[in-house]
């Protein structure tokens, strides 16, 4: 599985940006696609995820902001991002489970300015 995502940039406190991620490849059995973050000096976390069945979770910070939606014909995760904060900023990176095996896709970084 390869994961090519692309959408992040610098953007102003209070903007929004739309995060895009393709899978190609073994695409038949992956089961959950999302977004993680990897903010300088820190761990990586959860972002949002979507399940085949459109199931999704957010990372608290994420809760009420952030709107992931999946587009399965295009094999594609889209992550909208509203009201983007300075803590916002980091490397996201594009996620899919598939089987029983985690892949990642390269990062795309966000810069929120204050």
């Known amino acids: 599985v390869q994961l090519q995502a692309s959408g992040g940039g610098l953007v102003q406190t209070g903007g929004s940006l739309r995060l895009s991620c393709v899978a190609s490849?073994?695409?038949?059995?992956?089961?959950?696609m999302g977004w993680y973050r990897q903010a300088p000096g820190k761990q990586r976390e959860l972002v949002a995820i979507?399940?085949?069945?459109?199931?999704?979770t957010y990372g608290g910070s994420a809760k009420g902001r952030f709107t992931i939606s999946r587009d399965g014909p295009k094999n594609e995760v889209l992550m909208e991002m509203n009201n983007l904060k300075p803590e916002d900023t980091g490397v996201y990176y594009c996620?899919?489970?598939?089987?029983?095996?985690?892949?990642w896709g390269q990062g795309t970084l966000v810069t929120v300015s204050s």
């Open positions: 979507i399940t085949n069945g459109g199931k999704t």
């Open positions: 490849g073994k695409i038949f059995s992956i089961n959950v």
């Open positions: 996620n899919a489970l598939h089987a029983i095996t985690n892949y």
